[in-house]
């Protein structure tokens, strides 16, 4: 019986709690040069994809830069374009919001990007949930949850309606004479509803794909039923054993009422590593590395957001706030855009109770809870823990994230990509030319 084949793909952090900006060893995070380094390092692995995330407006925190954020980002469809030029077989894919652009404009926009590619386009669409990032468009404002996705499936399918335009045969040449004809209809496309009222002509030809990958990150009742609706992949924030098989076996089990087959989506969770030369080396590195992802100012700014007040004079190797989270208005409006908890005092409740039975300070607890899906250990026992996760269905593959940018990538390809391929798990070289070809996906509107 023939392995189950995992997906890799490669994301570029920007500074945030898992780069480890202060590492000798680490770059720019906007200078092109970081974003090539990375980028051909997960091609000579032979990566499904790199992925850019986009940020609509730098995150503040009372008033202030939040000291995590990513200071600085160049736009997302520029880079993946100039990636473009510098890799051949590797899938491009991008963060791109629903809530404050247009159809068209995105639509165009990923269909240049699928031809300068030669198919190699992915889209990760997501909604924008705070006024706060709002300020920075037109619109303005935010939209409640239930119509967030309501105007994220409706500008995507219009978005393929503009993409399907084009069916690749509105211009051929004549039998007899040799000249070209096109069919007047080529391009021409009419959406009126409740959110986009557009008609005109889409002036971009069917490009390698048909559509771009489309890709999802939401994990609430809405966006997993998006997901099961409309994506090729989803991210998933589930990458050990239980959990993982639980959210995959539920949004696999939602595609069946869409005519949808378990193949049609992969299933990628987020996850950091650690290497050493043995496990006790990897998880010694861990340690290191996780203290200095979260520093005590760190752990403080990412207290008050839940606790929703200002905490500059905690200590925060000392105990959690004896006081509970303000429920209300915000300390301040920018606050909103690092991260929302749904019920403070509940997650309040769950932190104290994790910090009393494992005996952790603020700085710990914060530690503890922001960690991602992590692998830790020699090249041998990363590569058995991806393995086998894929195999038990727990996941399809996992979107890597390295503590270090641009060269954070380099370890595992060389240590833990060839284990994989001894395993027979993971490719040795690309079989096709595009990102759906990588993930094993049809090609769109056929």
Same mark, same amino acid.
């Given at each position: 019986?023939?392995?189950?084949?995992?997906?890799?793909?490669?994301?570029?952090?920007?500074?945030?709690?898992?780069?480890?900006?202060?590492?000798?060893?680490?770059?720019?995070?906007?200078?092109?040069?970081?974003?090539?380094?990375?980028?051909?390092?997960?091609?000579?692995?032979?990566?499904?994809?790199?992925?850019?995330?986009?940020?609509?407006?730098?995150?503040?925190?009372?008033?202030?830069?939040?000291?995590?954020?990513?200071?600085?980002?160049?736009?997302?469809?520029?880079?993946?374009?100039?990636?473009?030029?510098?890799?051949?077989?590797?899938?491009?894919?991008?963060?791109?919001?629903?809530?404050?652009?247009?159809?068209?404009?995105?639509?165009?926009?990923?269909?240049?990007?699928?031809?300068?590619? =030669?198919?190699?386009?992915?889209?990760?669409?997501?909604?924008?949930?705070?006024?706060?990032?709002?300020?920075?468009?037109?619109?303005?404002?935010?939209?409640?949850?239930?119509?967030?996705?309501?105007? =994220?499936?409706?500008?995507?399918?219009?978005?393929?309606?503009?993409?399907?335009?084009?069916?690749?045969?509105?211009?051929?040449?004549?039998?007899?004479?040799?000249?070209?004809?096109?069919?007047?209809?080529?391009?021409?496309?009419?959406?009126?509803?409740?959110?986009?009222?557009?008609?005109?002509?889409?002036?971009?030809?069917?490009?390698?794909?048909?559509?771009?990958?489309?890709?999802?990150?939401?994990?609430?009742?809405?966006?997993?039923?998006?997901?099961?609706?409309?994506?090729?992949?989803?991210?998933?924030?589930?990458?050990?054993?239980?959990?993982?098989?639980?959210?995959?076996?539920?949004?696999?089990?939602?595609?069946?009422?869409?005519?949808?087959?378990?193949?049609?989506?992969?299933?990628?969770?987020?996850?950091?590593?650690?290497?050493?030369?043995?496990? =006790?080396?990897?998880?010694?590195?861990?340690?290191?590395?996780?203290?200095?992802?979260?520093?005590?100012?760190?752990?403080?700014?990412?207290?008050?957001?839940?606790?929703?007040?200002?905490?500059?004079?905690?200590?925060?190797?000392?105990?959690?706030?004896?006081?509970?989270?303000?429920? %209300?208005?915000?300390?301040?409006?920018?606050?909103?855009?690092?991260?929302?908890?749904?019920?403070?005092?509940?997650?309040?409740?769950?932190?104290?109770?994790?910090?009393?039975?494992?005996?952790?300070?603020?700085?710990?607890?914060?530690?503890?809870?922001? %960690?991602?899906?992590?692998?830790?250990?020699?090249?041998?026992?990363?590569?058995?823990?991806?393995?086998?996760?894929?195999?038990?269905?727990?996941?399809?593959?996992?979107?890597?994230?390295?503590?270090?940018?641009? %060269?954070?990538?380099?370890?595992?390809?060389?240590?833990?990509?060839?284990?994989?391929?001894?395993?027979?798990?993971?490719?040795?070289?690309?079989?096709?030319?595009?990102?759906?070809?990588?993930?094993?996906?049809?090609?769109?509107?056929?």
């Amino acid at each position: 019986m023939s392995r189950k084949q995992i997906h890799l793909a490669a994301h570029f952090p920007g500074v945030n709690n898992t780069t480890v900006w202060s590492d000798p060893e680490a770059g720019s995070h906007i200078e092109f040069s970081s974003f090539a380094k990375l980028a051909r390092t997960a091609e000579r692995a032979k990566f499904d994809f790199f992925f850019l995330a986009e940020g609509l407006r730098l995150r503040e925190q009372n008033g202030q830069i939040y000291d995590l954020d990513v200071v600085g980002r160049p736009d997302t469809f520029t880079v993946l374009a100039a990636l473009a030029a510098v890799t051949e077989r590797l899938g491009l894919a991008g963060t791109i919001n629903s809530t404050f652009n247009e159809p068209f404009e995105v639509a165009r926009q990923f269909a240049s990007l699928d031809h300068l590619s =030669a198919g190699r386009a992915g889209w990760n669409v997501v909604t924008s949930w705070d006024a706060f990032t709002g300020e920075n468009f037109r619109r303005g404002g935010f939209l409640p949850q239930d119509q967030r996705y309501e105007r =994220a499936e409706t500008f995507l399918r219009t978005a393929w309606e503009l993409f399907d335009s084009w069916r690749g045969d509105e211009i051929a040449a004549d039998a007899e004479t040799g000249e070209f004809l096109r069919d007047p209809a080529a391009g021409t496309f009419a959406h009126h509803d409740a959110h986009f009222d557009i008609e005109g002509r889409f002036p971009v030809p069917r490009s390698p794909q048909g559509r771009p990958v489309i890709i999802q990150a939401g994990d609430s009742e809405e966006g997993r039923e998006f997901a099961a609706a409309t994506a090729d992949a989803i991210f998933s924030r589930y990458g050990t054993l239980e959990a993982g098989q639980a959210f995959y076996a539920d949004v696999k089990g939602r595609l069946a009422k869409y005519g949808r087959k378990p193949e049609q989506l992969v299933i990628l969770p987020a996850a950091t590593f650690v290497l050493g030369d043995t496990d =006790a080396d990897a998880d010694e590195r861990a340690h290191v590395v996780r203290r200095q992802q979260v520093s005590g100012q760190t752990a403080i700014k990412f207290l008050e957001q839940v606790w929703n007040t200002d905490l500059s004079g905690h200590d925060p190797d000392g105990p959690l706030p004896a006081i509970d989270p303000v429920v %209300g208005e915000t300390i301040a409006p920018g606050r909103a855009s690092v991260r929302m908890y749904r019920d403070p005092v509940a997650t309040a409740r769950e932190w104290r109770q994790l910090a009393e039975a494992k005996n952790l300070s603020t700085r710990d607890l914060i530690i503890e809870v922001t %960690g991602r899906q992590t692998f830790i250990g020699s090249p041998s026992t990363v590569a058995a823990a991806i393995d086998d996760l894929v195999q038990a269905d727990a996941s399809d593959g996992f979107i890597l994230v390295p503590h270090v940018t641009p %060269g954070g990538l380099d370890e595992f390809a060389d240590t833990v990509v060839p284990l994989l391929q001894e395993r027979g798990s993971f490719r040795t070289e690309y079989t096709g030319a595009t990102l759906r070809d990588h993930l094993g996906i049809e090609p769109a509107g056929t």
